[in-house]
């Protein structure tokens, strides 16, 4: 397998290599099957045959007919095409998206950029109701009862499972509340397709061949009959008028092998691959600083994701590829929005030093339990390394008198000192309040994670203190520090917006 064998260490598989029989499949169908299968010579009516006989297998394999089957350019393109289709189709019923709040950016983007348009007017536009999740990610069956049973509901969504973190939804039970309200229900099975079995209580379901070892261009979308489902504009002549173009049918045939070759190995699979999280899970928890999140037991077999204190995304998912392991992280730290994970966000979890494991199927990564076996070890010396420079000189804080009223200029003006790794050190400040000293940590104009290195850091220094104040306005930061002070036995006592820029957080030692 020419570009698979040395990723011996692969354990980002979210968009991993084509399984070999899909492979093999995609190669031999270059010539097999090149042809429009809309023309009608010998060539054309092969491709015509072959990928009618791919959606049959397929189709069979989800429990759908195929007629209620299309296939996009891609997962998210085939999400935004059921979603918008079954919006449209609804528009006479009702105008209000329900989703959880740890759904695709696709439906959340969407979801957000229709209710923008509904302040102006603008057609199509229509709220967004985000249902929130509990802190391993499951949605709130009572506030999901309660929007969808909301008197302008068009659609609801919510995943089968999530990505990031692998927890899986309440599902069924969500699907009963949403048929009782008389309002379909899409789910977005992208991440579990080919590794639980596939949902079978909505009336809409997306998916991505890439989650079954198949090409990640091929997005798999289901319409079950009778689901009143329409696009807007112009009628399409491409899968069941779903589509703008025909699919490419050597891709096509390339899904549906992977899919054969998963289906027939997948409760093997399913059972060796959460022994081998969970085992990972355990021990990825005895780290020191180390949060591993999402359900633990409802989710997916192959997904984990982990936070550490103290450290980015970046320098973990670096530092690992350094020694091999090649993992993804879902860190504000290594995004380009410097914004953190929504489904971080959702969970309060904490949204730096994410790392996210996907595992590889067993075809693609025969040594993947060596892989999982060695990488607790190697982690926490990474961790170890990363967090080095956190105490060496104590909190690195300055201290320059009093503090003056919200909104006031400091009364040093001074650059902040530099550690020795030659991030910014924050200012520190006395504030006399009811005759005690109450301490001010200025961490404004740094990025995540250093509001928590500056906790950490003054804290270490002050080990006796009652509380600290920490000035910061980074986005992370709003997520982080709750997070941190569940981590670490702190309290968080108040948050506080200020009108001088930034959010006060009250941190108690009790």
């Not at 950016?105 to 999740?133: D, F, Y």
């Amino acid at each position: 397998m020419p570009g698979v064998d040395q990723l011996n260490r692969l354990l980002d598989a979210a968009q991993g290599p084509l399984h070999p029989a899909a492979r093999d499949t995609l190669i031999a169908a270059l010539d097999a099957g090149w042809a429009d299968p809309r023309r009608l010579y010998a060539q054309a009516r092969r491709a015509r045959a072959l990928l009618d006989q791919s959606r049959e297998i397929i189709a069979a394999g989800l429990g759908v007919r195929p007629a209620e089957l299309s296939f996009h350019s891609s997962g998210p393109a085939a999400l935004e095409a059921g979603l918008t289709g079954l919006l449209h189709g609804r528009r006479r019923r009702g105008t209000a998206l329900v989703a959880s709040a740890v759904e695709h950016s696709v439906v959340l983007t969407l979801g957000r950029a229709r209710a923008a348009g509904a302040a102006t007017g603008q057609p199509g536009s229509g709220p967004l109701i985000e249902v929130p999740v509990d802190h391993h990610g499951q949605v709130d069956l009572q506030d999901w009862a309660a929007a969808v049973a909301a008197e302008d509901t068009a659609a609801a969504a919510l995943q089968h499972a999530n990505a990031e973190v692998g927890t899986l939804q309440p599902l069924e039970q969500a699907y009963a509340l949403a048929r009782e309200a008389g309002v379909p229900l899409l789910t977005d099975a992208q991440a579990s397709l080919g590794r639980i079995d596939p949902p079978s209580t909505a009336d809409v379901i997306v998916g991505s061949a890439a989650s079954f070892g198949g090409p990640p261009a091929v997005g798999l979308l289901v319409v079950r009959e009778g689901t009143r489902f329409a696009l807007p504009g112009r009628v399409r002549e491409a899968e069941h008028g779903r589509a703008e173009t025909d699919p490419w049918v050597p891709l096509v045939l390339a899904a549906a092998e992977a899919w054969r070759q998963v289906e027939a190995t997948r409760e093997a699979e399913e059972r060796e691959a959460y022994a081998l999280i969970d085992a990972l899970r355990i021990r990825l928890s005895r780290i020191e600083g180390l949060e591993v999140v999402g359900h633990p037991t409802d989710r997916l077999p192959h997904v984990l994701t982990a936070s550490a204190l103290y450290v980015d995304g970046e320098t973990v998912v670096h530092e690992l590829s350094r020694d091999g392991f090649l993992v993804a992280s879902g860190s504000a730290c290594t995004s380009s929005t410097l914004e953190p994970s929504h489904v971080l966000a959702a969970m309060g979890a904490l949204s730096h030093g994410n790392i996210r494991i996907t595992l590889p199927l067993a075809a693609l990564s025969p040594g993947r339990a060596q892989d999982c076996a060695e990488l607790p070890a190697v982690l926490e010396d990474v961790l170890r390394r990363a967090r080095a420079v956190i105490h060496t000189t104590g909190s690195g804080a300055t201290e320059v008198g009093q503090d003056t009223p919200e909104g006031s200029p400091m009364e040093d003006d001074s650059a902040p000192d530099e550690d020795a790794a030659g991030a910014a050190q924050p200012r520190t400040v006395s504030e006399d309040l009811s005759r005690e000293q109450q301490a001010v940590l200025d961490s404004r104009g740094t990025l995540c994670p250093q509001p928590i290195i500056d906790l950490a850091r003054w804290w270490h220094a002050h080990p006796d203190a009652d509380s600290v104040t920490l000035l910061a306005d980074d986005e992370a930061a709003r997520v982080d520090v709750p997070a941190w002070c569940r981590m670490t036995g702190r309290v968080l006592r108040t948050v506080t917006e200020r009108s001088d820029g930034g959010t006060a957080y009250d941190v108690g030692s009790s």
